[in-house]
């Protein structure tokens, strides 16, 4: 039996279907790559090699990428090379990116199950102290999981259990070769610095330390499980979008109260090469859950503000609303929301859900929201007033203000959704009525 066949009997299963595999012509990525053999020669699963040159170190980069060809196809493994432009970058992160990005091309290319990468044990440790060091919270000190989805991609770590020094003790043993990294020495980088340095003097202090830290990541990966799934039903029971009932999370322990908000800016928040919240932002966003009026400015032009019961996610200043719609005579669409006109029911309706009106009383009005100089004329009043002091007198919280449907001729509002009528006809059942409703969330009713 092969040293890697051996290695294979303790790696996280692989479900039969298409898949990916990293390789980098390093001792992981091949032992990996020769762990899977088996289950591509009898046909179980269909798997395509993806090598990245990224073209670091030159012809130390090439020759890696002449390794990876002449290994796949000694071995019968189709193989996709991409070369990447990163446009002078030479940093960890920009590399790893343009990989990324090439991976996800060819997974959707591939119609791939998984990407099946090399990340073993000390990769796991390194990647907990890293991020120990730089703070991270619970969410972050899970670090790798065995079967995973980011971004789209489902990704698979077989050999997460398996440490460094017997994958290549397997390899050597089999005497099947690979490519040392030279920069892997460079202590420059935070990762080699911990790998050589860190994790050495914890393994002196402590003996099997690294499978210590490993199993820890697991403990607190489980325990995310059972946050995560508190906090998204949390917000699957208090966020309407961009609005989350404060109130209702306030009551929460802290931790979760943390989650839900990550969760939802995640959710709701703009699009963002770096989207996570800082811990900062993070505890900046929380304090509003103490309070019942306040703002603070988050990453991409985004804001968020806090009125009354609700905590409102506004991705930027000039958020644009809904274009104009003409009134219809049976049913009309404005963003989110939908006018009905419907027979009548004897009565007036409730004047803020449904409205009572002569059969074509809207035609040629327009469903928009407020814009400088709108008045309306209270329902009973006999003066008009400003919309601005119409809301304000009712309560209506300021981030909600710009968002409200109105049924409006000219700059005179008739209709406001959720809060009350303007200037139209007493209720008669002899003027041929027909019964107008607004169906959407009107949370600044709340």
């Not at 999981?145 to 390899?171: K, N, Q």
């Not at 109260?257 to 703009?270: I, M, T």
């Not at 219809?328 to 929301?337: A, L, R």
């Not at 928009?368 to 309560?395: A, C, H």
């Amino acid at each position: 039996m092969r040293a890697t066949d051996r290695l294979r009997e303790r790696m996280y299963p692989i479900k039969a279907g298409r898949y990916l595999i990293g390789l980098s012509g390093g001792a992981d990525s091949v032992a990996l790559l020769m762990t899977l053999l088996p289950d591509i020669r009898d046909g179980r699963i269909a798997a395509e090699a993806v090598h990245v040159n990224h073209g670091l170190r030159g012809t130390e980069s090439d020759d890696d990428e002449k390794f990876c060809r002449e290994l796949c196809e000694r071995e019968g493994v189709p193989l996709t090379v991409y070369r990447a432009d990163l446009q002078g970058k030479t940093d960890e992160d920009s590399a790893r990116k343009a990989r990324y990005g090439f991976f996800r091309e060819k997974y959707k290319a591939f119609k791939a199950d998984g990407l099946i990468l090399a990340h073993h044990a000390d990769d796991q440790a390194e990647t907990f102290l890293m991020r120990l060091t730089r703070g991270a919270g619970p969410e972050g000190l899970e670090c790798m999981r065995e079967d995973e989805t980011v971004e789209d991609i489902r990704i698979l770590r077989p050999m997460l259990r398996i440490r460094r020094e017997e994958i290549r003790a397997a390899l050597t043993e089999d005497g099947t070769g690979w490519r040392e990294d030279s920069t892997n020495t460079d202590t420059a980088y935070l990762r080699n610095k911990v790998r050589q340095e860190l994790i050495p003097a914890l393994e002196a202090i402590s003996e099997s330390a690294v499978d210590k830290i490993c199993r820890t990541a697991g403990m607190i990966a489980a325990d995310n499980d059972v946050l995560d799934a508190a906090a998204e039903k949390l917000l699957r029971e208090n966020a309407k979008g961009s609005i989350l009932n404060a109130a209702a999370i306030t009551a929460e322990p802290e931790a979760v109260r943390r989650r839900v908000l990550r969760k939802w800016w995640n959710a709701e928040g703009p699009v963002l090469e770096e989207h996570a919240l800082s811990a900062a932002q993070t505890e900046a966003l929380t304090a509003l859950l103490d309070v019942t009026k306040g703002k603070i400015n988050l990453p991409g032009g985004a804001y968020a503000v806090r009125t009354g019961k609700h905590l409102i996610l506004r991705r930027s200043e000039k958020e644009e609303a809904p274009e104009p719609a003409a009134f219809s005579g049976k049913e009309t669409v404005f963003g989110d929301y939908r006018i009905t006109v419907g027979p009548s029911e004897g009565n007036p309706g409730d004047g803020k859900r449904t409205q009572e009106v002569p059969d074509g009383f809207f035609e040629g009005c327009e469903i928009r929201t407020r814009r400088p100089g709108d008045r309306i004329r209270p329902f009973g009043s006999t003066g008009s007033r400003k919309l601005q002091d119409y809301l304000t007198d009712r309560r209506i919280g300021e981030p909600f203000r710009d968002q409200i449907p109105l049924i409006c001729r000219g700059n005179e509002v008739l209709l406001v959704c959720g809060v009350g009528a303007g200037n139209i006809p007493r209720w008669n059942g002899e003027d041929h009525p027909v019964r107008i409703t607004w169906h959407g969330e009107t949370p600044w009713t709340e």
